[in-house]
């Protein structure tokens, strides 16, 4: 995976274990870049296979993987920080339409 | 291993883990929590603490305890009280509204986000009808007390229209039972007498940008006059002048100044504190840049890494530190608004730094044609073509419906600080905040990536720089002094 | 500057996946990361982007180490956050000479704290038996599974 680091996206496949980075979470990462490349993702039962194709030479494989990783991290927390999370929002929301709670 | 050490237990230890965050600074921890407390301990007492082993017998026990440090002394109604008043804006809905009158600007900053257009665009400018309704939305905020902040491109371009929204505000604020504040922020240099004269009485507060001495301010406030930096002083002399003279029939507020700093203010930040010093002005706030809007194009000439901005930051209150001693009164704002969470544990209304930020919901820009932004950086993304923080149109749109627009929502939950994992576990997190507009410009999305995020870096560098001086006393009282009411 | 890929093993019986992935995730502004199964744990690699390889690995087990002692004051603290939260949204001032019973609650605070309990419970009940009903802040789905992401223009 070194190897596929270091070169720019122009022609890159990964594979990327379930167990370590869910499937939300490399769609979420493909989100984030498709303004910059087009990426494909092949969901499998154990991994996700992902073929991207840059539109610009500036990103590489290791930007998307540190995406996905920035996603897989977000969907780790709200597992177990959901529901403060949701407590703010919630108050936040209601009190700026002039709703209390 | 610190925790391996910790794990022996005395008799009367509390043996439950507390609930903290920590930062290692140098040797040291610096220990937070949800309710704004801090502590600095030694690497054993960190130890000792993280591990629910720190007995009543130990020195700083009574102390931790009463910041909530100790799992079984915490006192539930005041810990619970000081989370309230320091996130007392989730209360509330939004306070600033901000009226950009016009686009157009006689100035060409080299920083500029505002997206300026030249002084002969009028399509640009607000008009009357637009700028009543404007106040009229603003006033369907739940908040109590609204402020009105007109700004542009230059505001005193569109001078009647500005005049008209004014006179309607103060009229509307004698029947609608909230409290309302006016400013404007200007480059003056097309202020006049009988601009002034109106404007003080109607108790508008004024804010300038002063970027330093004049070769530096001029350096980065380019105007075809050439004499950016002379009107900025004649102006903020002549409303000192008058603040000094105040009359029973309306107050004068003192002229604020703002300070940008770019790739050309770092080597001067002694120049650019006398200079503040030298015009009276008690407060600088210490601005970095942000590459948004037309500022991202020029990065790589007037841009600088945190790194870079948190060695100008802790020069520059290092310096005032020393005039502070010597009998100076000048105080620096950011540090004054996180000062007041740290050692007042109260909301200072910064909307840049809280959870979630004050997109919407804190704040509304309200464009030249109507159209509401969650806050003026997301107009700026609109106007270089992406509306994604556009959240409705005063004509077209009920208060409740922008406030449950998509991007309002969307704003609040990206920078909701216990949904970012890094943020989330920071130290920093009772004091901070993240901003979806930055992110979305510098990194590609909403949420961002902190950990390479460098508006994160440039707080942690503010904060680094604050908690280590609050560690002497003698900073520690004139720090606290900035904050004293 | 070197692009050496460094590789550090992590044993499962020392550190959760869920450590490994959040330590890496805190040197991330430093290399680019990459986890991959290993016998008995994981393999995290890392392709520095300027700093030397070594602080990097020196970076990741000092996070590896906080992210675990972490884990167990959150999991220790879950609750307690919680009911603080709450309590400090509802809480009012109570003027002196009136005593509170042991929770520190009024009747009428308890009410309300109920409610608000409940009203974010039913937010969470709604997303996690995945019903199709939409909350009625849309606050649950994300962004982009919303609207799908922005063309063109945004970089990093």
Redesign the interface.
Known sequence: ???K??TSLSEKKLIL?N???CGEAV??AA??????ADIQIKPGKSASQVLIGAR?SD?????F???V??Q???I???K??????????????L????KK? | MAQKTAAKKSKKTTSVLPQVLWRKIGASYLLTNDSGHYAWLKEKDFALVTAGGMTELHPLFSELAVKGFIRNRLDFNDLAAKWKKKNAY?????GLHILVMTLRCNHKCLYCQSSAAGVGDKKTDMNLATARKSVDFAF?S?NPGITIEFQGGEPLLNWEVLKGAVEYARKKSGTAGKELKLALVSNFSLMTEEKADFLLKNEVSLCTSLDGPKNLHDKNRICSSGNSHSDTVKWIKYFQKRCKKQVTEYRVFKPSALLTVSKYSLPLHKEIIDEYVSLGLEDIFVRPLAPIGYARKLWGTIGYDAADFAAFYLKSLDYMLKLNRQGVVIREKMATMMLDKIVNLQDPGYLDAR??CGA??GQIAYNHNGDLYTCDEGRMVGWEGDDIFRIGNVFKDS??KV??APA??VC??SS?L????AC?RCAYKPYCGVCPVYNYEVQ??L?G?IP?NDRCGLFKGILDTLFTLLKSPGNAEILKKWVTK | MT?T?LSVKVNAKDYD??AV??A??AV?DAA??????GVGG?TV?F?P?NAAAKSISVRFKGELKDEKLRASI?DAN?DL??FM??KA?VYEEIPAGVRQEDSGLTPEQEKELDA?IA??EG??KK?SAGNKTKDP?G?TR?W?EKY?????????
């Open positions: 995976m070194g190897d680091m270091k274990d167990r370590i980075y769609k979420l989100f984030v870049f498709s303004g910059r610009s990103l590489t494989a290791g930007d993987m540190n995406e990783l920035n897989q991290c977000r780790d927390l709200a177990k920080n959901s529901k403060i999370a949701g407590i703010i929002v919630t108050k936040a929301l009190s700026a339409a002039g709670g | 989730l209360n509330y809905g939004p369907n739940p959870c979630p919407a919901i208060y409740k406030m449950t309002t929502k609040v939950v909701n216990e949904a970012q994992p989330a590609g999305s949420w990536n390479s | 692009k890929t996946l869920d992935r959040y890496a995730y991330s680019y990361v990459f986890i991959k199964p994981v690699e392709v982007k959150f879950r956050r919680e939260i709450l949204l608000l009203q974010v937010e969470i997303e802040l606050i994300t982009e799908g992401a922005k063309n063109g223009r945004k970089k990093k």
